[in-house]
Protein backbone atom coordinates (compact mmCIF):
# COMPACT_ATOMS: atom_id res chain seq x y z
CA UNK A 1 0.00 0.00 0.00
CA UNK A 2 0.78 3.40 0.03
CA UNK A 3 3.32 5.69 2.07
CA UNK A 4 2.37 9.16 3.19
CA UNK A 5 5.49 10.48 4.66
CA UNK A 6 4.04 13.74 6.77
CA UNK A 7 6.61 16.50 8.08
CA UNK A 8 7.19 18.18 10.62
CA UNK A 9 7.09 15.17 12.90
CA UNK A 10 6.85 17.49 15.91
CA UNK A 11 6.98 21.43 16.76
CA UNK A 12 6.63 23.79 19.21
CA UNK A 13 5.89 27.16 18.15
CA UNK A 14 5.01 30.55 19.54
CA UNK A 15 1.91 31.82 19.79
CA UNK A 16 0.73 34.02 16.72
CA UNK A 17 3.02 32.74 14.83
CA UNK A 18 2.18 29.95 11.73
CA UNK A 19 3.00 26.34 11.16
CA UNK A 20 3.10 24.70 7.70
CA UNK A 21 2.77 20.97 7.42
CA UNK A 22 3.52 18.86 4.48
CA UNK A 23 2.27 15.39 3.55
CA UNK A 24 4.02 13.66 0.75
CA UNK A 25 2.42 10.81 -0.86
CA UNK A 26 4.27 8.08 -2.64
CA UNK A 27 1.46 7.56 -5.71
CA UNK A 28 -1.13 9.56 -6.86
CA UNK A 29 -4.31 10.27 -4.85
CA UNK A 30 -7.50 12.14 -5.95
CA UNK A 31 -8.70 13.29 -2.44
CA UNK A 32 -6.44 13.82 0.47
CA UNK A 33 -7.91 14.71 4.01
CA UNK A 34 -6.56 16.74 6.91
CA UNK A 35 -6.98 15.82 10.34
CA UNK A 36 -7.05 17.25 13.76
CA UNK A 37 -7.10 15.34 17.23
CA UNK A 38 -6.84 17.15 20.00
CA UNK A 39 -5.20 15.20 23.26
CA UNK A 40 -7.20 12.18 23.99
CA UNK A 41 -9.68 13.23 21.69
CA UNK A 42 -10.97 11.03 18.20
CA UNK A 43 -10.14 12.93 14.72
CA UNK A 44 -11.94 15.27 13.54
CA UNK A 45 -12.12 16.27 9.78
CA UNK A 46 -11.08 19.52 8.85
CA UNK A 47 -11.22 19.80 5.14
CA UNK A 48 -11.05 17.50 2.23
CA UNK A 49 -8.48 18.53 -0.81
CA UNK A 50 -8.80 17.95 -4.24
CA UNK A 51 -6.34 18.77 -6.89
CA UNK A 52 -7.18 21.79 -8.65
CA UNK A 53 -9.63 23.22 -6.55
CA UNK A 54 -10.22 25.32 -3.09
CA UNK A 55 -10.54 23.04 -0.28
CA UNK A 56 -13.78 21.55 1.27
CA UNK A 57 -13.98 22.60 5.13
CA UNK A 58 -15.91 21.58 8.04
CA UNK A 59 -18.31 22.99 9.94
CA UNK A 60 -16.20 24.97 12.68
CA UNK A 61 -12.99 25.65 10.50
CA UNK A 62 -12.02 28.24 8.38
CA UNK A 63 -9.64 28.63 5.44
CA UNK A 64 -8.22 32.03 6.95
CA UNK A 65 -7.16 29.89 10.16
CA UNK A 66 -6.17 26.29 8.26
CA UNK A 67 -5.40 27.54 4.51
CA UNK A 68 -4.70 24.15 1.87
CA UNK A 69 -2.79 24.01 -0.61
CA UNK A 70 -2.93 21.02 -3.25
CA UNK A 71 -0.77 21.75 -6.26
CA UNK A 72 -0.45 18.23 -7.45
CA UNK A 73 -2.10 14.44 -6.86
CA UNK A 74 1.15 13.91 -4.93
CA UNK A 75 1.26 16.63 -2.48
CA UNK A 76 -0.83 18.75 0.34
CA UNK A 77 0.08 21.55 2.87
CA UNK A 78 -1.76 22.82 5.82
CA UNK A 79 -1.12 25.57 7.59
CA UNK A 80 -2.36 26.70 10.83
CA UNK A 81 -2.34 30.32 11.14
CA UNK A 82 -2.33 32.48 14.00
CA UNK A 83 -1.76 29.74 16.45
CA UNK A 84 -2.95 29.69 19.84
CA UNK A 85 -2.50 27.07 22.50
CA UNK A 86 -6.15 26.25 21.79
CA UNK A 87 -4.37 24.69 18.63
CA UNK A 88 -2.09 22.65 19.94
CA UNK A 89 -2.80 18.94 18.54
CA UNK A 90 -1.99 16.41 16.75
CA UNK A 91 -2.78 16.79 12.63
CA UNK A 92 -2.82 14.49 10.64
CA UNK A 93 -3.02 13.88 6.65
CA UNK A 94 -5.15 10.85 5.15
CA UNK A 95 -5.49 9.87 1.25
CA UNK A 96 -7.84 7.29 -0.33
CA UNK A 97 -4.64 5.20 -1.63
CA UNK A 98 -6.87 2.14 -2.40
CA UNK A 99 -9.73 3.25 -4.49
CA UNK A 100 -13.19 4.23 -4.02
CA UNK A 101 -13.73 4.43 -0.29
CA UNK A 102 -11.77 1.54 0.39
CA UNK A 103 -9.76 2.38 3.26
CA UNK A 104 -7.17 5.37 4.15
CA UNK A 105 -3.56 5.86 4.43
CA UNK A 106 -2.37 7.84 7.14
CA UNK A 107 0.28 10.08 7.66
CA UNK A 108 2.55 9.39 10.82
CA UNK A 109 1.27 13.04 12.46
CA UNK A 110 2.71 16.21 13.40
CA UNK A 111 2.15 17.03 17.07
CA UNK A 112 2.13 20.54 17.75
CA UNK A 113 2.03 22.34 21.10
CA UNK A 114 1.67 26.17 21.33
CA UNK A 115 3.54 28.34 24.11
CA UNK B 1 -25.89 11.94 8.92
CA UNK B 2 -23.57 9.02 10.53
CA UNK B 3 -21.71 7.94 13.38
CA UNK B 4 -20.35 5.50 15.66
CA UNK B 5 -20.34 4.73 19.00
CA UNK B 6 -17.17 2.80 20.55
CA UNK B 7 -18.49 1.46 24.47
CA UNK B 8 -15.68 2.21 26.98
CA UNK B 9 -12.94 4.08 26.21
CA UNK B 10 -10.54 1.75 28.35
CA UNK B 11 -10.34 -1.56 27.80
CA UNK B 12 -8.09 -4.05 30.07
CA UNK B 13 -7.16 -7.93 29.19
CA UNK B 14 -4.90 -10.13 30.11
CA UNK B 15 -2.58 -11.59 28.22
CA UNK B 16 -3.64 -14.43 26.08
CA UNK B 17 -7.42 -13.44 26.59
CA UNK B 18 -9.97 -12.76 24.31
CA UNK B 19 -9.92 -8.97 23.39
CA UNK B 20 -13.78 -7.67 22.20
CA UNK B 21 -14.06 -4.28 21.46
CA UNK B 22 -17.62 -2.48 21.06
CA UNK B 23 -18.37 -0.26 18.40
CA UNK B 24 -22.43 0.71 17.11
CA UNK B 25 -23.00 2.69 14.35
CA UNK B 26 -25.61 4.92 12.33
CA UNK B 27 -26.10 5.25 8.76
CA UNK B 28 -28.80 6.45 7.06
CA UNK B 29 -27.86 4.16 4.07
CA UNK B 30 -25.74 0.91 4.06
CA UNK B 31 -22.19 1.86 5.62
CA UNK B 32 -18.19 1.19 5.35
CA UNK B 33 -17.00 0.02 8.22
CA UNK B 34 -13.32 0.74 9.17
CA UNK B 35 -11.16 -0.37 12.55
CA UNK B 36 -7.64 1.61 12.91
CA UNK B 37 -4.97 1.49 15.31
CA UNK B 38 -2.96 4.35 16.20
CA UNK B 39 -0.10 3.12 18.39
CA UNK B 40 1.58 6.01 20.79
CA UNK B 41 2.79 8.72 19.11
CA UNK B 42 1.98 7.35 15.55
CA UNK B 43 -0.74 7.75 12.98
CA UNK B 44 -3.39 5.62 12.57
CA UNK B 45 -3.21 1.87 10.27
CA UNK B 46 -6.16 0.61 8.78
CA UNK B 47 -6.72 -2.66 10.89
CA UNK B 48 -10.02 -3.55 9.03
CA UNK B 49 -12.72 -3.08 6.39
CA UNK B 50 -16.34 -3.89 5.62
CA UNK B 51 -17.41 -2.83 2.52
CA UNK B 52 -20.70 -4.68 1.66
CA UNK B 53 -19.16 -8.00 1.03
CA UNK B 54 -18.58 -10.73 3.37
CA UNK B 55 -20.09 -9.90 6.97
CA UNK B 56 -16.91 -11.62 8.92
CA UNK B 57 -13.99 -9.35 7.67
CA UNK B 58 -10.48 -10.93 9.13
CA UNK B 59 -7.52 -7.90 9.30
CA UNK B 60 -3.81 -7.62 10.19
CA UNK B 61 -2.44 -8.99 13.52
CA UNK B 62 -5.10 -11.33 14.25
CA UNK B 63 -8.37 -9.30 14.63
CA UNK B 64 -11.54 -10.02 13.12
CA UNK B 65 -15.06 -8.08 13.18
CA UNK B 66 -18.26 -8.97 12.70
CA UNK B 67 -20.68 -6.58 10.51
CA UNK B 68 -24.33 -7.48 11.97
CA UNK B 69 -26.96 -5.25 10.73
CA UNK B 70 -29.66 -6.59 13.18
CA UNK B 71 -27.62 -5.10 15.76
CA UNK B 72 -25.93 -2.47 13.96
CA UNK B 73 -22.66 -3.53 15.33
CA UNK B 74 -19.46 -4.10 13.85
CA UNK B 75 -17.54 -5.08 17.11
CA UNK B 76 -13.73 -6.27 17.10
CA UNK B 77 -12.27 -9.25 18.38
CA UNK B 78 -9.20 -11.06 18.87
CA UNK B 79 -9.01 -14.40 20.53
CA UNK B 80 -5.67 -14.30 22.36
CA UNK B 81 -4.74 -10.58 23.52
CA UNK B 82 -0.65 -9.94 23.05
CA UNK B 83 1.30 -7.54 24.73
CA UNK B 84 1.92 -5.75 21.15
CA UNK B 85 -1.96 -4.90 21.00
CA UNK B 86 -1.97 -1.90 23.55
CA UNK B 87 -3.03 0.52 21.59
CA UNK B 88 -5.99 2.80 21.03
CA UNK B 89 -8.70 1.46 18.73
CA UNK B 90 -10.74 3.51 16.18
CA UNK B 91 -14.13 2.46 14.70
CA UNK B 92 -14.58 4.53 11.90
CA UNK B 93 -18.09 4.66 9.29
CA UNK B 94 -18.55 6.70 5.92
CA UNK B 95 -21.26 5.93 3.20
CA UNK B 96 -20.69 3.38 0.42
CA UNK B 97 -20.02 4.24 -2.69
CA UNK B 98 -17.81 6.73 -4.21
CA UNK B 99 -15.18 9.04 -2.28
CA UNK B 100 -16.94 9.79 1.06
CA UNK B 101 -15.57 11.88 4.41
CA UNK B 102 -15.38 9.42 7.35
CA UNK B 103 -16.14 9.77 10.97
CA UNK B 104 -14.30 8.35 13.85
CA UNK B 105 -15.51 7.04 16.79
CA UNK B 106 -13.69 8.34 20.24
CA UNK B 107 -11.55 5.56 20.44
CA UNK B 108 -10.86 2.59 22.58
CA UNK B 109 -7.81 2.68 24.76
CA UNK B 110 -6.63 -1.02 25.09
CA UNK B 111 -3.99 -2.10 27.62
CA UNK B 112 -2.67 -5.65 27.95
CA UNK B 113 -1.98 -7.05 31.16
CA UNK B 114 1.28 -9.31 31.57
Known amino acids: SAVISQKPSRDICQRGTSLTIQCQVDSQVTMMFWYRQQPGQSLTLIATANQGSEATYESGFVIDKFPISRPNLTFSTLTVSNMSPEDSSIYLCSANTQGKNDGYTFGSGTRLTVV | AQSVTQLGSHVSVSEGALVLLRCNYSSSVPPYLFWYVQYPNQGLQLLLKYTSAATLVKGINGFEAEFKKSETSFHLTKPSAHMSDAAEYFC????????????FGTGTKLQVIP
Open chain 2, 92 to 103: AVSNSGGYQKVT
